[in-house]
């Protein structure tokens, strides 16, 4: 059962994502999957009998905040934070489209999922979760407070139109390398369609690029296209050998001190892997038992 102080986390974390929503307050009700007038009510104060347990779960979920009490983390502003921020960020204000293929465990979800939460109409779509043509068109119209019912392809249409509306909408597609072959088709119909008025960033670990490059290779109809429209290139931001494992060093130790590593040289030590880079992930793992 979710108490009254966990409704109370969730309607702060409800304004604070409000604030770089976009849209009216029926659409962001609608992103959230409540109706307006529910919204209008939980605004009011009015928390009991008016959504299910499992909605309040569901809203938290969407915008990422813990219901048990732990360890806040604490952005660290490392070159990979900074890199991708600011790629993000010219790719919104320019109607731009980026491709993004770097290492994994470097920090490209969190600095993404930072920059959605802190910027105006940005949606961030785990392509993970939303491999095929439906279900990445229905991620995304919801994250802009469209009904993501009904047919898809007036969907489509609906979202088209809608972004074209928006003031410098930008979709970031992260793990974009586990999309399926007709959401990569896709992908290159909803840029024609909204050509200099939505930005798009797109990224993935080596197994995008691999993919991509194999399916151009190869001749596959659409990635040749794609490819172009993303800027013909793989952007990176981790270097080669010696100099990328002392960044992802340095790196590593921005974090822990950012979070309140007392011995970050230790802290580092043991997230070490046989490769010689560290792996960030483990930084929290390290940090929590500390706690």
Known sequence: MITTEQKEKIVRGMDEARKTFGGTDGKFAQMLGISASQYSRVKRGEWEQ???DVVWIGIARQLEIELVEGRQWNTAVTPVFTFISTQLERCQKEGLSSLLCDLSDIGKTWTAKRYRKTHKNVAYIDCSLNK???QLIRAIAKQFGLDDRGRLR????NLCYYLKTLDNPL???????????????????LWNAT???CGWYMMGADGLKAKMQRSIDCKKVG???????????YGTVVPVADEG???????????IKANGGEDAAKVLRKTMGDDGMPSL???YTELRKNQ
Do not use: N, P, Q, W
């Open 223 to 233: 990635y040749a296209e794609l490819f172009s429209r993303f800027g013909k290139r």
């Open 281 to 283: 992930r483990r930084i």
């Open 171 to 189: 979709v970031i597609l992260d793990e974009a390398g586990d999309l399926h072959y007709e959401a990569f088709l896709e992908l290159k119909a």
């Open 245 to 255: 494992k002392e960044m992802m060093r340095a790196t590593a130790l921005m974090i």
């Open 195 to 197: 050509e200099g008025c």
């Open 50 to 52: 008016v959504l299910a």
């Open 132 to 134: 095929s043509k439906a």
């Open 154 to 157: 007036d969907l489509e249409a």
